[in-house]
Structure formats: C-alpha cells, structure tokens
C-alpha cells in the first residue's frame, strides 16, 4: 500500500507531500490542474519509462519519494532481499532528476537501479488507464492472469519441475550422443593407447624408484668393493681375530693381576657385540650391493620405456597411472556407449511423458478458468453497458516451456457477430476503461498488497452507467488499496477519501496543489463536476445526493 508520496521541484510542482489511506482514494480537479503530473511523478520514482523534462523551471532537480506498506508475504520482500536490501515493513523508494538528465535512486537510503527499481514497482503498484501498455493491455501478462484466477499454482509448480526434469534428460541424452560420436573418432587410437599401457601397467611414484634403483645399480660396482674390503677387515681374519686373541691374553692374566684387567676385558666384551652388529650390517650391505648383471638393463629399459610413454602423452610419469585408468574409462563406456545411450532416451521419454501430463493438467485447469472468466466477465459488462460486447479468452497451442504449452490472449468482440480482436486493437478509448474495469474486478484475488491506479478509466460515461464503474472501484478497494484520477461526479462520490488537484498562478508562476477535501468541501467539488465553473445550488443539491447514494450503499 501506498502510503506517502512527496514531490519536490517536479514539472509545476514546488512542494507537495501526500499521505494516502486504505480504500478508495479519489484525485479531482479541472483539466490541466495537474492530476496526470502526481501519476508522472510516481512513475518516475518507481523507475517507469515517462517524459524526460520532469525538472521544474528554475531548480537544479527534481525529487521524488514514496513510501510503501508491506506485509508479511509480499513478493517486494523477496526481490529487496534478493538484491541485498534490508527487508522490513516499509520501504522507502526515492529518485532524483538532475537538470542535464541524470538520474540517481535510492531503495531505503541505498543506491540502487533502475533494472531492480522496476522490479521491485512491478509487485507495488497497478497502473490502468487507456494507455494500460503496462497492465491488463499487454498479452504477455495474459498467461500468467489466467494461472492467478485459476488458482493454478500447485499445477504451475508440478509443470515447472517437469520440464525441469526434461530438460536435464534431453541435455544428458544430447551429450552422451555428442560424447559417443568424439570417442568413435578416436576409437583406434583409444585401444592401442590402453593396450600399451595395460602392458606397462604404470605405478604412481614407479619412476622415481627405478631412478634411484638404476643409480644405486651404476655405482654398486665401486660401492661393493669397498664395503667387502669392510667386511674382510671386520671377519675372523681381521679386526675379530685381532680382539678374539687380546681378550684371550688379558684372560689369562688376569688370575695374577687381582682385578686390574677386569675393566679391560669389559671393554673388549662390548667391543665384540659392537663388532658382531657392524658385521651383520656390513654382510646385509654386501647382498644389498649384489644384483645380476642383466637387472641394470631390465631397470632402465622400464624407467626409459615409461619416460616415453609419459613424453607421447603429454603428461608426467606418475601420472600414467591415472591416464590408464580414464582411457580405459573411456574405452569401456565406448563399448557399452549404445546401452547407455538407450537408457538415457528412455528416460528422456519418460520425462516428456510426464511433462506432457503435466502440461495437460495445467491446460485443462486453464480452460475451465478460461471458461469461468469469459461468464463472469459477461456479468461484469452488462451494467458498464458493454453487454453486447463478448469478451473471450483465447487459449492456443505454444511453444513448450515451464509454463506449459499454452498461449493466452484476452479477446473481445464489441458486437455479436463481430470478430475478436486484442483488446487494444478493438475497443475504443470509453469501452476500452471499461474492459478493463471489468477484468480488474474479475481478477482481483491477484492484487493483494498492490496500489491500484485508475487513470480517467471512467471517461467517456455518466450516469448509471458512470455509478456502476464507481462501484466496481469500490468493491476493488475492499481490503485493499485503489487511487483514481477521475472527472466523473459519481465515482468522485464513492470516494472514502478525497483530495483535489488545483492549479494556482503566483508572480507569473503556476504552481499545482493537491488539498484533501473536508466533507463540505467534498459537496462543493463534485457540485462544481457536475454544473462547472458555476455552482449552483441545484448541482449542490444533486452532489449531496450523490453522497447520500454512497452513505446508503
């Protein structure tokens, strides 16, 4: 809900701030007053396209603020946090228009677009009138109407996944295809490329290891040399017998030298077993050292052998391992390439299926709606003395998408017999408001939480005729909120809150007002609607009446 519009340096307006009501709100006032100004005005804070000369003669720029009403559930909250913006009960939208055309917004103080201001007034605020290009007017809304009045979002939801599912299908079976037709190409050199390295069979870090095995090999010749002159030197023959025959000497004397040797001989004792563990070393280096002629060959035929193989490909040694293992993948899935690919148009089959199902239901719940709507509408015509004119809802066969398969348009027939048309391109001006009036009021349940802007929708009637499109705003303003730029002294009367548009002349300077009419000043303007310039009192009396009517209604 709107709930305050201020307006700074704007076209005749200086300075103007409004605040608006649940209900029904009516803007009166001559021609040229300046009503069509507040509806420029709001449309440029909420970001619509509008004539580019807003600045009023003599400012630097020109402001507008507005600020909105939100409730729980309203579809603004989503597109605020979805933007970034802070969420809360109000929001506050204001747009400025500099003298050489910039345009700056703000959305609660922040910086924001154009792209998410116009977003964001989508959900906010309703605009019908002759030129409706942006409401019921334009057939690419049509679809989406019908689903609202058909209640069609559980429908809607159940379509959408469908395609969803399809769509995954047809992509997955697509490029299995396109995958099976690449790996065809290469199929010769995928079998000699995994025949290769299944012979190989490659082992991750293989290479660093015959690397170190093939050094160690090249010098083992010099290295066993020198540690079996080691191990002669440490055997019976050498250092042991050396250390065996002191230990034998100093035993023997020891009997004559009380325990004078006994340190001696301990150390000789520990000297041994250290011995013996350096020859048990040196003995296991000596077999580690032995290795068969042909084994240097066999090592680096391998390590020269993977080396290559990994150059040919393009990658590491180490990662052969990993090579063989997709290649074979791929062979393996080429082979079995035309049973997957079988299973995967089946499930494509299986999603168009269920797609079509859904689709179905979705169009079969929009025909009865259609149905439905097309009968009310002609209840809602005849008071608004249409009743000759046939309103249709033309349900054609579209292109599939999450939305079905369904192409809506709003069609009427003015006369019996006459062809159907668009509803732009066969009403006129006057049967055109009240088209559009009648399809407001029939798809109302849409408009929850949505300022509803009737611009003159009433021109061109009067009388009962003009009553009856009073009481359709009426009835669209319960529980919500409808703003209405009108000269019809009926719909005036119907007004629950009501505030006139004047156009006052000062030191050569127009400047436009918006007053809020006392229940007095209510009389007089509608007396002034009804009779002009000149008010009498036969037109107060008749304006009394009129707001005796809605008292009593």
Not at 109 to 132: I, N
Not at 267 to 282: E, N, S
Request: hydrophobic share 45%.
């Amino acid at each position: 809900m709107l709930l305050s519009l201020d307006i700074r340096d704007v076209l005749i307006i200086d300075r103007l701030e409004l605040r608006f009501q649940p209900g029904l709100n009516v803007l009166t006032g001559e021609t040229g007053a300046g009503k069509s100004i507040l509806l420029d005005a709001l449309g440029f804070v909420l970001g619509w396209r509008g004539r580019a000369d807003l600045v009023r003669q003599g400012a630097d720029q020109g402001e507008v603020v507005a600020e909105f009403a939100l409730f729980p559930d309203h579809p603004a909250r989503a597109i605020l946090a979805e933007a970034g913006f802070a969420v809360e009960d109000t929001v506050l939208l204001r747009r400025i228009n500099s003298r050489d055309g910039r345009k700056t917004a703000w959305i609660n103080d922040r910086r924001a677009s154009g792209e998410v201001l116009r977003a964001l007034s989508e959900t906010l605020v309703e605009l019908h009138g002759q030129q409706d290009d942006r409401g019921l007017l334009n057939p690419r809304g049509h679809r989406s109407l019908l689903d609202v009045y058909a209640a069609a979002e559980t429908a809607l939801s159940e379509c959408r996944a469908a395609w969803t599912a399809l769509r995954r299908a047809r992509i997955a079976h697509t490029e299995e295809i396109t995958r099976l037709k690449e790996m065809t190409a290469e199929e010769d050199f995928l079998r000699h490329a995994v025949a290769e390295l299944d012979a190989l069979a490659p082992e991750a870090g293989e290479e660093a290891r015959l690397d170190s095995q093939r050094r160690h090999m090249q010098a083992a010749g010099k290295l066993r040399a020198d540690v079996a002159r080691a191990q002669a030197a440490l055997s019976e023959e050498g250092a042991e017998r050396l250390l065996m025959d002191a230990m034998r000497w100093l035993e023997g004397a020891a009997e004559g030298l009380d325990s004078q040797l006994d340190a001696p001989i301990e150390a000789l004792t520990r000297a041994l077993d250290a011995l013996g563990d350096a020859q048990q070393g040196v003995d296991a280096a000596v077999d580690a050292l032995h290795f068969h002629p042909g084994d240097l060959e066999t090592v680096e035929e391998r390590l020269f052998t993977l080396r290559g193989l990994a150059r040919k490909h393009g990658c590491l040694p180490d990662d052969l391992a990993s090579l063989s293992a997709d290649l074979s993948a791929r062979l393996n899935r080429l082979d079995n390439g035309a049973r997957e690919i079988a299973a995967l148009a089946q499930a494509e089959a299986a999603a168009q299926t269920t797609y079509t199902q859904k689709a179905a239901a979705l169009s079969a719940l929009r025909r009865t709606a259609a149905g439905q709507l097309d009968s009310e509408m002609a209840r809602e015509l005849a008071p608004l003395k249409l009743e000759r004119a046939v309103f249709q809802t033309a349900i054609t066969a579209g292109e599939p998408g999450p939305d079905g398969c369904d192409s809506v348009s709003f069609e009427i027939a003015t006369n019996p017999g006459a062809p159907s048309g668009p509803l732009s391109r066969i009403a006129s001006g006057g049967e055109l408001s009240r088209f559009l009036l009648a399809l407001k009021v029939c798809l109302a349940r849409g408009s929850a939480g949505v300022t509803m802007i009737f611009d003159e929708i009433d021109r061109g009637v009067g009388g009962a005729t003009a009553d009856a499109v009073g009481r359709r705003l009426l009835a669209l303003a319960d529980g919500a909120q409808v703003l209405v730029v009108t000269h019809s002294p009926q719909v005036a009367a119907l007004g629950q809150h009501h505030w006139r548009v004047e156009k006052r002349v000062s030191a050569d300077i127009t400047v436009s007002r918006v007053v809020p009419l006392s229940a007095d000043a209510r009389i007089e303007e509608i007396a002034r609607m009804i009779s002009g310039d000149t008010i009498t009192d036969t037109a107060r009396a008749a304006a009394q009446d009129l707001l005796g009517l809605r008292a009593a209604g």
